[in-house]
């Protein structure tokens, strides 16, 4: 059993050895005929290889670093069977379940009472206290002390004075229930059944061998030919692991230079069912992939970039060279959580051509409307900003643990008319990779897209780049789940506006994707306003070359209002544009010639116009 998991050989081992602690907690809480509580313990033995992470264990003796006694000797797997075994027990019908569960921890596990309120609340028991409270006076339907079967009674199996082992008789393992090692014949003999049959398939379409059959997740690995690259891409120890301090040697330097980080990069069985996942998924697998990414296995050997818990789940990120894949488990499938709820997941982003600043952070967990990013290692302060607010400049720093893990970061809220606020990230490098600030925001996808600014591409953080960022940011819902790599704004033309509005700006935003295809463009005018406050979009492009380093022709306009109540057609072009026409219905004056790139001409309410114009 590797390090935070738990095999299923180990777990019926544990059922065996431990079967008949196991029926007596379960007949004590269930308060019910033994026959009950056989099949409920035979019931907890899991399917397949699962998380020992989020076991409750017990707590430390006060003002000391040392656990209570016999607590480090504790086989995780009999903890995690007990565990299951409360839970199915305590979800009974039933009044003094909880109660009858506090005695029997206390009595026939000799467990100390923050270790019992520990378990009870792992087991998903509202008010521990009041159940400890009630244990202490004597549970409701207990068995009665005088009883053959009660716990307290000396002739109990499980009393002071009778050490649990097979040679001493158990009044609850009558004959007419099997035998805890016929139930572990029976279920490896349905194993064996299903892998011969799995075998008989592979071997009928001689599509190669399995490279190691051996293991829980054996059943789930694809066919694959020996001393492949394919087959190597299933194995731990060839993933690629990255010493720390590469990035400063590095003379590329991003998602390659990344070393592996996170509490589990050493968990074996963890990272091979994430390469299992990314190579063949089973069918109850969330598979989600970014438009144009490919959904097939790596090449060969991904780079691991971190393993590790997160919010109730553990969570891989790897690395092939052209995607990242995150892998999340729940640690805990039955606990009801979020990630439990969720179940396995695999997702997968492409990356390809990332530079340093593409590579400054990945998506680690995004649950209940917040996201945790992990930065590069070469990244020295993250920070939350608003980016509807210009003058919110340093943001507010958050906290990172050893691994490059953010605290929560709000997700911005993508309804209509209710765009308040829109969190971005704001990482600032080190000498040598990145030193300059750079702004993200959350697009939906695992690399957050950054922000810049102007033909030059820069990054969106000066004065004027913030403004225009401000008017555009609740715009960003058009783009979420797109693939985008980088968002870009681009001042075209600035215009005075008639009847003394002060002064526009026309600004053309360009969201490009990864694949290099796909991209969204619009062009926006942007009164003078409060900031924040949304420009006006005056045209969409889908798929289209506009606004970008190869195609800067725009020409756009809109019917607008004065506050003095007059309504004009204005038009905005790039500043190659040397005259600009108007034509069509509701123009004062008739169709309209200027000079320049931007036009004003007074106009009807509904007018309509054709716009043309000279370079």
């Known amino acids: 059993m590797s390090e935070g998991t738990l095999d299923v050989e180990q777990a019926e081992l544990a059922l065996v050895e431990h079967y ?96 019992i309120r520990r378990l009870l609340r792992a087991a998903h028991v509202r008010d521990p206290d009041a159940a400890l409270a009630q244990a202490r006076t004597g549970p409701a339907g207990r068995p009665p002390p005088d009883s053959p079967n009660s716990p307290d009674s000396p002739d109990s199996p499980n009393s002071p004075d009778s050490p649990d082992s097979p040679e001493m008789p158990c009044l609850l393992c009558g004959s007419r229930e099997p035998h805890p090692l016929d139930v572990v014949r029976r279920r490896r003999r349905r194993r064996v059944a299903g892998t011969a049959v799995l075998a008989a398939l592979v071997c009928g379409g001689m599509l190669g061998v399995p490279g190691d059959t051996w ?59 994430a390469l299992v996942t990314w190579a063949r998924p089973r069918a109850d697998v969330r598979v989600s992939a970014a438009p144009g990414t490919p959904e097939g296995p790596p090449p060969g050997p991904p780079q691991l970039l971190y393993a590790g818990r997160l919010e109730g789940a553990a969570v891989v990120l790897l690395y092939d060279g052209l995607r990242v894949a995150r892998y999340a488990e729940p640690l805990d499938p039955d606990d009801g959580s979020a ?21 400054g952070a990945l998506t680690v967990s995004r649950k209940e409307g917040e996201v945790r990013y992990l930065t590069a290692p070469w990244i020295r302060r993250a920070a939350e900003v608003d980016l509807l607010d210009p003058a919110d400049v340093a943001g507010r720093e958050l906290s990172r643990g050893e691994d490059g893990v953010t605290g929560p970061v709000p997700l911005p809220v993508t309804q209509p008319h209710h765009c308040e606020s829109w969190p971005g990230l704001a990482l600032t490098g080190s000498p040598g990779a990145a030193p300059a600030a750079q702004l993200y925001t959350d697009l939906g996808e695992l690399t957050p897209a950054r922000l810049t600014d102007g033909t030059v591409r820069e990054p969106a953080t000066g004065a004027a780049a913030r403004e225009r960022l401000a008017r555009t940011a609740c715009h960003l819902p058009a783009v979420l789940d797109q693939g985008v790599k980088t968002v870009n704004s681009w ?20 969201a490009g994707t990864w694949r290099g295809t796909g991209a969204r463009v619009m062009t926006q005018f942007q009164p003078p306003a409060p900031p924040g406050r949304p420009g006006a979009v005056t045209s969409r492009a889908e798929d289209s070359r506009a606004c970008g380093p190869r195609e800067r022709d725009v020409l756009t306009g809109l019917l607008w209002k ?39 001409v007074r106009a009807e309410r509904g007018a309509s116009a054709r716009l043309s114009a000279t370079r």
């Open 20 to 115: 008949g602690r196991l029926v007596r907690l379960a007949h004590c809480v269930l308060a019910d005929t033994p026959r009950r509580a056989h099949a409920l313990t035979r019931e907890a033995l899991p399917r397949r290889c699962t998380s020992t992470a989020a076991l409750p264990r017990p707590q430390a003796r006060p003002g000391t670093r040392q656990q209570p006694e016999g607590a480090q000797d504790e086989d995780p797997a009999y903890v995690w069977l007990r565990l299951r075994v409360l839970r199915a027990a305590l979800a009974r019908p039933g009044g003094g379940a909880p109660a009858r569960a506090a005695y029997a921890l206390r009595h026939l596990e000799s467990m100390a009472d923050p270790d």
């Open 215 to 273: 293991g829980p997740d054996a059943a789930a690995r694809p066919p694959l030919v020996r001393g492949t690259d394919g087959e190597r891409a299933l194995d731990p120890d060839a993933l690629v692991r990255v010493p720390p301090g590469t990035w400063r040697r590095a003379s590329r330097v991003d998602f390659a230079a990344w070393p592996a980080r996170g509490a589990l990069t050493r968990d074996e069985s963890l990272l091979r069912r």
């Open 339 to 359: 990630a439990a709820k969720d179940g396995v997941s695999l997702e997968l982003s492409r990356t390809a051509g990332a530079e340093t600043a593409a590579s």
């Open 491 to 510: 001042q075209f033309a600035r215009q005075r506006l008639p009847d003394g509005d002060g002064e526009a700006a026309w600004v053309c935003t360009r």
């Open 562 to 600: 004065s506050t003095r109540g007059h309504w004009y057609v204005l038009a905005a072009a790039d500043e190659s544009v040397t005259r600009l026409r108007a034509r069509g219905k509701g123009l004062a004056d008739g169709p309209a010639e200027v000079a320049g790139n931007t036009l004003a």
